[in-house]
C-alpha cells in the first residue's frame, strides 16, 4: 500500500505549475530555433534538434522534482519505495500485467473506433503514432523508442502516480484521486479513440502503485507496455 506521503498542496501546485512552463517554454525555443535558423522542411528532419528538445524538457522535469522532493525533506528512494521487494518479482509483475493490458487496451480501443465510426466521424491514429509510422530511418525509430519506451513512463510516473495520486488520496480524497488522476492522464493524451484505454491504463498503474508501494512498478510495467506498442506500430504500420 501507498504509504503516507508530506506533499505539502502548495508545492505540488508550484511543481505542476513548473511543468507546464517547462514545456512550454522548451516547445517555444526549440520552435524559435525552428523558424530562425532551419528551413521549414528541416526540422522534421533534424533528429539531433528534436532530440535535444526533447531531453531537455524531461530533464527539466526531473529537475524540478529532485528541488520539490528536497523541499520536502524526502529522497527519490522514501518517496517511491525504490527497493521495496526484489526486483526480479517486480519485473516479472511488469511483465504479466503488460501481457494481460496490451491486448485488453487494444481491443477497447478498436470497440471504440468502430463506435466513432458509427456516428460517421472518422478517427485518425495519434499524430505521434501517425509520423512513427512514416519514419524508415533507424535513427527517427531510435528517438521516438526512447521517447516513448524510456522519458514517458519515468516522468509521467513519477508526476502522476508518485506525486498526484497520493497527494490527493492523502487529502482525504481515494476515490477522485483514482479516477481523477486517470481520467486526467488520458486527458492530456488528446486522442479520443484511446481516451477510454489509457483510462483504464492509468486505472491499472495506479493499482500496481498502490498494491506494491513501488513506483518501480508501474514505471516498469508503463515501459513494457509502450515497447510492445512501438514494435506493433514498426511492425505492422497499417494496423489502426
Request: hydrophobic share 55%.
Amino acid at each position: 500500500m501507498v504509504a503516507g506521503k508530506p506533499w505539502r498542496v502548495e508545492l505540488v501546485a508550484w511543481l505542476l505549475l513548473g511543468v507546464a512552463a517547462s514545456i512550454l517554454i522548451g516547445t517555444v525555443i526549440v520552435m524559435g530555433y525552428n523558424s530562425a535558423v532551419l528551413k521549414p522542411d528541416q526540422f522534421e528532419n533534424n533528429i539531433f534538434i528534436r532530440f535535444i528538445g526533447m531531453f531537455s524538457i524531461n530533464l527539466l522535469i526531473l529537475l524540478q522534482v529532485n528541488v520539490f522532493l528536497r523541499w520536502q525533506g524526502i529522497t527519490w528512494r522514501e518517496a517511491f519505495g525504490f527497493g521495496e521487494g526484489k526486483i526480479s518479482r517486480t519485473i516479472l509483475l511488469a511483465l504479466f500485467v503488460t501481457s494481460l493490458l496490451v491486448p485488453l487496451a487494444l481491443g477497447l480501443q478498436k470497440i471504440c473506433w468502430m463506435v466513432l465510426e458509427s456516428f460517421n466521424n472518422q478517427p485518425v491514429p495519434q499524430p505521434a503514432i501517425q509520423h512513427l509510422q512514416q519514419t524508415v530511418t533507424l535513427v527517427d525509430r531510435i528517438y521516438h523508442a526512447i521517447l516513448s519506451i524510456v522519458f514517458a513512463p519515468i516522468v509521467e510516473e513519477v508526476l502522476f502516480r508518485g506525486i498526484f495520486y497520493p497527494c490527493i488520496k492523502f487529502q482525504g480524497h481515494p476515490k477522485l484521486a483514482l479516477w481523477g488522476t486517470s481520467l486526467f492522464f488520458a486527458l492530456i493524451h488528446g486522442h479520443l479513440p484511446t481516451f477510454l484505454p489509457l483510462t483504464l491504463f492509468a486505472l491499472v498503474l495506479t493499482l500496481l502503485y498502490e498494491s506494491t508501494g513501488n513506483l518501480l512498478t508501474p514505471i516498469l510495467t508503463h515501459s513494457f507496455f509502450n515497447a510492445l506498442n512501438f514494435f506493433l506500430v514498426i511492425s505492422l504500420p497499417q494496423s489502426s
